[in-house]
């Protein structure tokens, strides 16, 4: 997270505290090719064993949203959306 006190200065990441907590959403877009086994393995992995509630993988080649919710071993597929399908994120969160 950057900050600053004046809009019209550039934001400067602060160097007295660190971010120590984890998001409850991800939403990734799927790199192009062999890359995209990244997010959806290693990625993946840490995100579950940090406890992030919601990942989402968009892949633009397949043009597909795959929303996951946190489960004890491993994400479950709470629904998998197309090009043109309309997604509630509150509906689709609110599932797990």
Known sequence: MLWSSHPDEVARRPLEARV?????WVCEILSPGSAAGRDKGTKKDVYHRAHV???WLVDPEKQTLLVL???ERGYQT??????????????AMSTS
Do not use: F
């Open 20 to 24: 120590r907590t984890w998001p409850q």
């Open 53 to 55: 509630d919601h990942y």
């Open 78 to 91: 709470i629904l998998t959306a197309g090009r043109g399908e309309r997604v509630n994120a509150a509906t």
């Open 69 to 71: 919710a946190w489960a």
